[in-house]
């Protein structure tokens, strides 16, 4: 595993090495196209556990607001950077965000991320660092008022995304960029093999957390406040996980029987194979696919750690095998590849990785994964097909041009809290407080 920082390092400067580590991995998204998902899963952050917290939440919050600081970072210096000072460029966003939306006292902040630029071998311009931070307080409501102007601060989403969701939702896209840049409840799923979701919710409060159940959800908890997954009572001994209230629906939809055959055909990380078989009690025959064994790997730590069991295999869903694909199921989960579009709140990098191309190769994967799984159902089964887009193309005209091609399929009425009619499916949007935004369409099979 690679180091962000030598411990060294760390010890010298825990302040500023968080601001280092969370420059370092500002740059790897924006200038090298990463995922910050796999960055986060890759780098070791640094030391204690106040420094993790605050790297993380200057990379979150960076990613979120990256128009606007790349904006205020453009007023304050005379000519750009060169591309060989992509770190540089990042640290002095990453110090911009503290500046901006932190509470970190500004003195604190310019002096910690100054020390930041020479843990990242730029001592020599540690000068420049501290000049344009100290500028930008002298000047922050001059500087802010020019660049809040800006269209692309103002809704800040790559064009493509934004003329998408004008075209889909004329009458909700400014409220989903707004809900799209904004902080994500914090909700949990209680592992019902263990214990009701009322004994869990008074566990929560002996802990000072407070929690509302979740609409729809029977073992849903939203918290008031978000904290760390080790300050949740018993989450290492496998009585709850997070999971966003929406996605927790995919295991109520599909409504997987005890004794059932179930595939979850996209299953990595395996929160919703987790939530099928809490809900049945642990009684399905559940084959759990991922193309990428890597990937697979998290479902099965997570069913370790909630001490369930299915069949992981590495494999791809849209090349059925025999080995896994016989007997027929029951029911099928297909968590599609898509957009993620419903999830940029919860990852802010997908504003900036996510092209416009990418679209039409994923409605074609889409469309192959539906046509390959759709003979593995036995008569009388049912498919779900779930995505977390925003996207018509991605949702109800996938599901529409499936329907008029496959016309043993007929969609089932659903009723999910919130939710909105596409027909066909039903989509839920993100909101402040409320779920991400997610794509459902129930289909089930004629009999013969």
């Known amino acids: 595993m690679e180091s962000v920082l030598t411990r060294a390092e760390a010890r010298a400067a825990p302040g500023a090495a968080a601001r280092a580590a969370a420059a370092r991995m500002l740059s790897q998204v924006r200038d090298r196209g990463q995922s910050l998902t796999r960055v986060l899963q890759r780098e070791r952050l640094p030391e204690p556990a106040a420094d993790r917290a605050l790297t993380q939440e200057l990379v979150y919050g960076a990613l979120r607001a990256l128009p606007r600081l790349e904006a205020l970072a453009r007023l304050l210096l005379h000519r750009p950077l060169p591309r060989a000072e992509r770190e540089l460029q990042a640290l002095i966003l990453i110090g911009l965000q503290q500046l901006t939306a932190t509470r970190t006292p500004p003195h604190a902040a310019v002096a910690a991320t100054v020390e930041a630029s020479r843990l990242l071998g730029r001592a020599n311009k540690a000068g420049l660092v501290n000049a344009l931070l100290r500028r930008f307080l002298r000047e922050r409501e001059t500087l802010l008022a020019e660049v809040d102007q800006r269209p692309e601060v103002r809704w800040p989403l790559p064009p493509w995304l934004l003329d998408s969701l004008r ?11 707004e809900a799209s840049d904004a902080h994500p409840p914090m909700c949990l799923r209680v592992n019902r093999t263990r214990l009701a979701r009322e004994d869990y919710g008074a566990q929560l409060e002996a802990a000072g957390l ?24 018993g989450h290492a001994e496998g009585l709850v996980s997070v999971q966003d209230g929406g996605a927790q629906l995919a295991a109520e939809l599909l409504d997987a029987r005890p004794g059932m055959r179930v595939l979850d055909a996209c299953a990595a990380p395996g929160g919703k194979t987790a939530a099928m078989l809490e809900r049945a009690g642990g009684q399905l025959d559940l084959v759990a696919l991922d193309q990428d064994a890597e990937r697979l790997q998290a479902v099965h730590d997570t069913l370790a750690r909630l001490a369930l069991n299915a069949r992981l295999i590495a494999a791809d869903a849209a090349r059925p095998d025999p080995n896994w694909s016989t007997p027929p199921f029951a029911r099928i989960l297909l968590d599609a590849p898509c957009s993620a579009t419903g999830v940029i709140r919860r990852h802010p990098d997908i504003k900036w990785l996510r092209r416009a191309e990418d679209i039409p190769a994923l409605c074609d994967q889409q469309a192959r994964l539906l046509d390959a799984l759709w003979p593995l159902l036995e008569p009388g089964g049912r498919l779900l097909y779930a995505t977390c887009s925003l996207l018509a193309a991605e949702n109800q005209a996938q599901i529409a041009a499936f329907l008029a091609r496959t016309p043993e399929a007929r969609e089932c009425p659903l009723n999910p809290p919130e939710a909105r009619h596409r027909a066909p499916g039903y989509q839920l949007l993100p909101s402040t407080g409320g779920s991400d935004g997610f794509y459902y369409a129930l289909l089930e099979k004629a009999e013969r």
């Open 167 to 177: 075209r889909d939702w004329p009458e909700d896209w400014e409220a989903l960029v």
């Open 210 to 233: 407070a929690a509302q159940p979740i609409p729809g959800c029977p073992a849903g908890l939203r918290l008031e406040r978000p904290c760390p997954t080790r300050e949740l009572p």
